[in-house]
């Protein structure tokens, strides 16, 4: 059975971090590509990263208003993903989620290409 449980989201203050956990279990990480999204209230579900979604198994996106401060990395020995997520800003404050894709590659961050989801973790950044 595929799950994906997240974990590691909280409350912060801008300028501050959190690293989200996603593990995984019920098949082999590695073999998959794996993204996070985020939902905030009132707005689409958006791409925020994922890795083996391109056309290699090392390869990563990010949505531009993350980069440089967000980096995914992935444990395969602990079959599980994560997102250290640094200078959070308020306009981070979403549910995420991760989701694995059933695409060998180019899966990329739309959201339609990813099959299993977790069930979420609120991260919220205020002063």
């Known amino acids: 059975q595929v799950q994906l449980v997240e974990s590691g989201g909280g409350l912060v203050q801008p300028g501050g971090s959190l690293r989200l956990s996603c593990a995984a279990s019920g098949f082999t990480l590695g073999d998959y590509a794996i993204g996070w999204f985020r939902q905030a209230p009132g707005k689409e579900r958006e791409g925020v990263s994922c890795?083996?979604?391109?056309?290699?198994?090392?390869?990563?996106y990010y949505r531009n208003s993350v980069k440089g401060r967000f980096t995914i990395s992935r444990d395969n020995a602990a079959n599980t993903v994560y997102l250290q997520m640094n200078s959070l800003k308020p306009e981070d404050t979403a549910v995420y989620y991760c989701?694995?894709?059933?695409?060998?590659?180019?899966?990329?961050?739309?959201?339609?290409?990813?099959?299993?989801w977790g069930q979420g973790t609120q991260v919220s950044v205020s002063a």
């Open positions: 890795v083996k979604c391109g056309l290699s198994d090392s390869s990563t």
């Open positions: 989701a694995r894709s059933p695409r060998a590659y180019g899966a990329g961050l739309r959201a339609t290409n990813y099959d299993y």
